[in-house]
């Protein structure tokens, strides 16, 4: 954050030092005024210090700035100095915000409107750091460290921690609290994950056919889209194909399939998620 190797504008930095305060500022908005008025938690380090502030009397400012430090620390070489710092000014500004928003009181008490407005919120600021290069839970990056020698994933080992601690949520806070819980914690993965890869959701099309060019004259004057025209072979028949690379938008996908098949019955289709498109004359770069 505060030096790259490759160096940054000052207008970039400042809108990234905004960006990434506003969603730190959202994330302890959720935590102290939706999840611990109400007993409900979240996974990973946030939902750790909720636990421990509801054992201990401990601030939870206090509690996750010092359980996320030895995580950022401990993955400082994997994940780089940039990153580290991003994340550590953004756990430092949740930690000042959650202390500051102690005198103001929660005015929503119905178990399901916090459940799915807390978890709405909390994904949206924890959703926001992460699209602008940093972290608020450090249990991500010890996932990332750990799974590299052993079978699991990184999101299996994420799962299984948290199921440790929702499970730990119930003998604390109550099975019923701790189901709410789990309820928030998907609520708030889906809505960070609409922050990271967008609103719009794309799709990557592969085609491949023996009538390339008739469709990337439909393609380009019937959809407006461009397209990646690249060479291939059959791996029974050896022969030569050509296959087209398309990125569309959810709301193309069937009427590009309609112009494939009318064109030819015979082609070959696949349509796959893309998480990130950038550059090109699909859409403006959002970073």
């Known amino acids: 954050m505060f030096s790259t190797k490759r160096k940054e504008s000052i207008a970039r930095f400042i809108y990234r030092c905004f960006m990434v305060t506003c969603g730190a500022i959202l994330t302890a908005v959720a935590i102290q005024l939706f999840l611990i008025p109400n007993s409900v938690i979240d996974g990973g380090v946030i939902g750790v210090s909720l636990i421990l502030n509801e054992l201990t009397g401990l601030g939870f400012g206090i509690l996750v700035l010092v359980i996320n430090i030895p995580f ?113 914690y998907f609520v708030a993965s889906k809505t960070i994950d609409a922050v990271i890869q967008g609103i719009d959701e794309t799709k990557a099309v592969v085609v491949v056919s023996n009538k390339y060019a008739q469709l990337s004259s439909a393609v380009v004057h019937r959809l ?38 009318e064109i030819d019955k015979e082609a070959f289709i696949t349509v796959m998620n893309a998480q990130e498109v950038h550059g090109g004359k699909f859409k403006s770069d959002l970073h």
């Not at 299984?160 to 003998?171: D, L, R, V």
């Not at 030569?240 to 990125?247: A, G, N």
């Open 72 to 184: 950022l620390l401990f993955g400082l070489k994997q994940v780089g100095t940039t990153f580290f710092l991003t994340s550590l000014y953004g756990i430092v500004i949740l930690a000042i915000t959650e202390q500051q928003l102690h005198q103001f009181t929660t005015f929503i008490h119905e178990p399901m409107i916090t459940t799915l407005f807390g978890g709405f919120i909390l994904g949206a600021g924890i959703g926001i750091v992460i699209r602008y290069g940093g972290a608020l839970d450090g249990t991500e990056i010890l996932g990332i460290l750990l799974t590299k020698n052993v079978p699991f994933s990184v999101g299996e080992f994420i799962m299984f921690i948290n199921i440790f601690i929702f499970t730990w949520a119930g003998f604390v806070f109550g099975w019923e609290q701790a189901m709410l819980s789990v309820i928030t």
């Open 224 to 261: 407006g889209r461009s397209l990646t025209v690249m060479d291939g072979q059959g791996a029974f028949t050896h022969s030569d194909k050509e296959v087209l690379y398309i990125v569309v938008t959810r709301l193309e996908v069937m009427k590009l399939k309609s112009i494939v098949f």
